[in-house]
Nanobody, 110 residues
Framework: VQLVESGGGLVQPGGSLRLSCSASGFAFSIAAMTWARQVPGKGLEWVSVIYRDGTAIYQNSVKGRFTISRDNTKNTVYLQMSSLKPEDTAVYYC?????RGQGTQVTVSS
């Protein structure tokens, strides 16, 4: 299993970012894919999941602001983040089962 996240960066409050996760080494099209995040000193926090049929579920704090999607032709899962807040600052990880990528840093600051 290999998961490679990209798309993080520094953005002002209220701004937007789109994260991408390129996956390989497993049957992506039937996999439930998850985005999670972590801030220093805290545990991994689940953000969103998308199932094989496209059903998406979100953590309450990001509902209405984040959108998860997938492109099975590219083995890629996305996280579109809008109306970003300073409390969204974290390293964001793409996960499949117990596997996760190296993460991508998202910093929301003015």
């Amino acid at each position: 299993v290999q998961l490679v996240e990209s798309g993080g960066g520094l953005v002002q409050p209220g701004g937007s970012l789109r994260l991408s996760c390129s996956a390989s080494g497993f049957a992506f099209s039937i996999a439930a894919m998850t985005w999670a995040r972590q801030v220093p000193g805290k545990g991994l926090e689940w953000v969103s999941v998308i199932y094989r049929d496209g059903t998406a579920i979100y953590q309450n704090s990001v509902k209405g602001r984040f959108t998860i999607s997938r492109d099975n032709t590219k083995n890629t899962v996305y996280l579109q983040m809008s109306s970003l807040k300073p409390e969204d600052t974290a390293v964001y990880y793409c996960t499949f089962g117990s596997s996760r990528g190296q993460g991508t840093q998202v910093t929301v600051s003015s």
